[in-house]
């Protein structure tokens, strides 16, 4: 919520039942793509296709990361929150953050 500038969203992995119409109003405000990461993301596709103007999906931290920085602009916020549980590609949500951020290190 306290987010200003546009915001690249990474978010997905194994759906807990969220309701992501929840998140409508912030999406709606201040999202300009989403980057799905992980393999059970059609409920949020579903759910933000017609509010968002790109979504992506990905199959790792490290192309997630690469389509975030090419989809950026300087004064973007790209924002790693998932949403989802890590299981589908990470071991726990620890070594989703580390692969993250060994991503971003590696641009």
Not at 30 to 59: H, M, P, S
Not at 76 to 92: K, R, Y
Request: glycine residues 6%; aromatic residues 8%.
């Amino acid at each position: 919520d306290c987010m200003q500038s546009p915001t690249v969203w990474i978010v997905g992995g194994v759906d807990k039942g969220n309701d992501y119409l929840d998140l409508m109003p912030l999406v709606r405000e201040k999202v300009k793509a989403i980057i799905c990461l992980g393999v059970d993301n059609q409920k949020i596709v579903n759910t933000f296709y017609n509010v968002v103007d790109l979504i992506v999906e990905t199959a790792g931290a490290e192309e997630a990361v690469k389509v975030a920085y090419k989809i950026a602009e300087k004064g973007d916020t790209v924002l790693l929150s998932p949403a989802c549980a890590s299981f589908d590609l990470f071991e726990n949500y620890e070594d989703r953050g580390n692969k993250f951020k060994q991503a971003v290190r590696d641009l």
